[in-house]
C-alpha cells in the first residue's frame, strides 16, 4: 500500500519543531509530558539486568532458581502484553489522558513494592504492576502526542517518545553503575523508578483531554479551544473542519460511533489495512532481535571474547547510548525522509550488520584455542571430569571445554596469550581465583578472540541503524494509521503484538545460542529482517505529512508502490481509488 506526500511536510520540520520553543511551548510541553512514559518504558527494561545481579546476592533462592530469575525479568513483560491490551480499551473508553494517568499508577504502585519487598513473590508481584503500567503507557503515550500534534511535525514530536525510551535505557545503566556500593543497592535500582510516574501523574494533571478524542465523544467545543492552543491561525480551521468531516462520515456510515468489535475491524478495508501494517511493523521490531541486544549485551560481549563482567557491561553502556543517539537521528529524518524510506533505511542496514555479527561469531567459534593437556593437568583437583574421561581429549578447544556439564567447566587461558592453548578446568569460584592468581582471564561464557572488537562494531552499527527507524517508526505508524473510532482499540492490539514478540524473543535467545550456536542465532535474524524489508516495502504506506483524517482515505484504496524514494505532490482522494 501507498500513501501520498502532504505538502505540509519538507526539510524545514524538524527546524519548526525546534522553533516550538519559543513560538508554541505548548505543544512541545505536550509532547515530553507524555513522553514520560516512554522514560519510564526505557527505564524498566534497562535496569533489570544490573538488579538482577544484587537481589540474588540477598536471595539464595532466586541465585539458585534459574526459573525465578526469568520470572523475575519477565513478569514485567507478561504485565505489559496484559496492560496493553487494556490500554487500548482504556483509551476508547475514557481518553488517553486518564490511561497515562492510570499507566503511572500502576507504575508508582509496582515501584513501590518493589523497592520494599521483603521476598521473591514480593518482587514478582511489583514487576507485575511496573508491567501494567508499562504497556499501557507504550501505546497511550505515542498516540496522545500524535493526536495533539500539527500534522507537519507529527512525526518528530512522536520520536519524542521513541528518544525517551532508548534515554530511559541508557539512564538505567547509569543507575545501576551509580548505586553498585550503596547498601540496598537493588532496591534503590527499582525503587527511583517511580520518581518519573509521579513526576508525569503530576504534569498531566495540568494538560488537556486528545481534542481528537473529545470531539468524538461529543465535547466539541472543548477539543476546538484545545486545537486552537496547537495550530496556527491559518491551519486551525482546516484541521477542525477535517476532523468533524471524518467523524460526521464514520457516524452516516455506521450509524453509531460506539459499536466496536473485532467483526468490525476485520471488515472495515481501512481498519484492516491499518492493522497488517501496525501489527507486523511491531512484530517484526522485536523479531529482528533487538532485545537480545538490550537485554543480553553484556552476555553477547563475553560470547564475542571479552572475559570481565565490567568491560562487557562498560561497552553495553555504548550500545545504550549509540540507541539514544540513534533517536536523535529519528527527530531530525522523520518529518524530511518519511516513514517509508527510513524504516527500509534502517532494516537494510540492520541486515548488514547482522551479516557481519553472524561472521563474527563465526570466526569466534571455530578457531576457539586448544584445550593444553599440560596446562589442563597441571593441578590435578581442578581437571575437567569430561576431559579426563574423553577419547578424544586431543581434539578438545575452548567451546567443547565450555559445552561440559557434569558439571561445567571453564577455560583459563594461557599465559602466553590468550589465542595460544589454555587450561580445561572445573568452573568455581575458587578455580576462577586460581586463573586469576596467575594473570590469566577466566572464560565461562565465550572464548578467547581477537574478533571480539568486530563485536562490538557489529553492535555499534545495528544500533546505529536500528534506533532512528524500525526503533522509533513503528510506534509513529501505529499513533496515526488507524481511523479514530478505532485509534485506541487498534493501538492496544498493535502493542500488544509488539510485547507478546518481545517475550518470545527475550525468552528463546540463550536457548537458540545454546541449541544452534550464536552465529546461527543471529544469521537467523538477519533472514527476518530481510522479510521484513520486503514486508514494508509492499505493506507499510507513507504517511509523512498528511493529516490524520487524509491517512483514512489513503487506505481505502491499495496501491503497491514499489518506487517509495519518488514524492506524490497531492494526498490519495477518496474517489480516485480502486479496490
Given amino acids: ?186 532496591r534503590w535500582m527499582l525503587g527511583i523508578a517511580g520518581v518519573p510516574a509521579l513526576l508525569q501523574f503530576i504534569l498531566m494533571f495540568t494538560l488537556p483531554e486528545s481534542p481528537r478524542w473529545l470531539y468524538r465523544k461529543g465535547r466539541e467545543e472543548e477539543a476546538k479551544a484545545i486545537m486552537r492552543r496547537i495550530y496556527s491561525a491559518e491551519d486551525v480551521e482546516h484541521e477542525i473542519r477535517a476532523l468533524k468531516d471524518s467523524v460526521e462520515s464514520e457516524i452516516l456510515e455506521e450509524g453509531s460511533s460506539e459499536k466496536i468489535n473485532m467483526i468490525k475491524l476485520c471488515k472495515t478495508k481501512t481498519v484492516r489495512r491499518g492493522l497488517i501494517a501496525g501489527v507486523g511493523l511491531q512484530v517484526f521490531q522485536q523479531f529482528v532481535g533487538i532485545n537480545t541486544v538490550m537485554y543480553y549485551s553484556p552476555t553477547i560481549f563475553q560470547l564475542a571474547g571479552f572475559a570481565s563482567n565490567r568491560t562487557a557491561i562498560l561497552l553495553s553502556l555504548v550500545t545504550a547510548g549509540l540507541n539514544a543517539f540513534g533517536s536523535i537521528i529519528s527527530i531530525y529524518l522523520i518529518d524530511r525522509a518519511g516513514r517509508k524510506k527510513l524504516l527500509i533505511i534502517s532494516l537494510l542496514g540492520v541486515i548488514v550488520s547482522l551479516g557481519l555479527l553472524t561472521g563474527v561469531f563465526y570466526e569466534v567459534t571455530t578457531h576457539a584455542p586448544a584445550v593444553s593437556f599440560l596446562e589442563t593437568q597441571r593441578f590435578n583437583n581442578v581437571t575437567c571430569p569430561d576431559y579426563n574421561s574423553s577419547l578424544k581429549a586431543q581434539t578438545w578447544d575452548c567451546m567443547t571445554c565450555l559445552k561440559a556439564s557434569s558439571p561445567s567447566c571453564g577455560f583459563c587461558s594461557s599465559p602466553s596469550g590468550k589465542e595460544h592453548p589454555g587450561a580445561c578446568w572445573v568452573s568455581n569460584d575458587s578455580v576462577k581465583d586460581l586463573c586469576h592468581n596467575e594473570n590469566r582471564l577466566w572464560y565461562t561464557r565465550g572464548c578467547p578472540s581477537n574478533f571480539g572488537w568486530f563485536a562490538l562494531l557489529g553492535l555499534g552499527l545495528y544500533i546505529i541503524f536500528f534506533s532512528p527507524g524500525m526503533g522509533t517508526v513503528p510506534w509513529i505508524v501505529n499513533s496515526e494509521i488507524y481511523p479514530l473510532r478505532f485509534r485506541g482499540i487498534c493501538g492496544g492490539i498493535a502493542a500488544t503484538a509488539n510485547w507478546i514478540s518481545n517475550l518470545i524473543v527475550a525468552q528463546s535467545f540463550l536457548s537458540l545460542t545454546e541449541a544452534i550456536g550464536t552465529s546461527w542465532t543471529f544469521l537467523m535474524f538477519g533472514v527476518i529482517s530481510v522479510i521484513a524489508l520486503l514486508f514494508v516495502v509492499v505493506c507499510v504506506p507513507e504517511t509523512k505529512g498528511m493529516p490524520m483524517e487524509e491517512i483514512e482515505k489513503m487506505l481505502e484504496g491499495r496501491s503497491l508502490h514499489f518506487k517509495f524514494w519518488k514524492k506524490r505532490s497531492q494526498p490519495v482522494e477518496k474517489g480516485n481509488q480502486t479496490a
Fill in 1 to 186: 500500500m501507498e500513501g501520498g506526500i502532504h505538502g505540509g511536510a519538507d526539510k524545514s520540520a524538524f527546524r519548526e519543531c525546534f522553533s516550538l520553543t519559543w513560538k508554541n511551548p505548548y505543544v512541545l510541553r505536550l509532547a515530553f509530558s507524555a513522553g514520560i512514559g516512554g522514560l519510564l518504558f526505557g527505564y524498566d527494561t534497562g535496569v533489570i539486568s544490573g538488579a538482577l545481579l544484587y537481589i540474588k546476592e540477598d536471595f539464595k533462592t532466586v541465585d539458585r532458581e534459574t526459573w525465578l530469575q526469568e520470572m523475575i525479568v519477565s513478569m514485567a513483560v507478561a504485565g505489559a502484553i496484559v496492560g496493553a491490551a487494556i490500554g487500548g480499551w482504556a483509551n476508547d473508553k475514557f481518553g488517553r489522558r486518564s490511561a497515562i494517568l492510570m499507566a503511572d499508577f500502576l507504575f508508582l504502585i509496582g515501584a513501590i513494592v518493589m523497592a520494599v519487598a521483603p521476598n521473591p513473590s514480593l518482587i514478582v508481584v511489583g514487576r507485575v504492576f511496573v508491567g501494567l503500567g508499562v504497556g499501557m503507557a507504550s501505546m497511550t503515550a505515542p498516540l496522545y502526542i500524535s493526536e495533539a500534534s500539527p500534522a507537519k511535525i507529527r512525526g518528530a514530536l512522536v520520536s519524542t517518545n521513541g528518544f525517551l525510551i532508548t534515554g530511559g535505557q541508557f539512564v538505567s545503566y547509569l543507575i545501576n553503575l551509580a548505586f553498585t556500593d550503596v547498601k540496598g543497592t537493588w
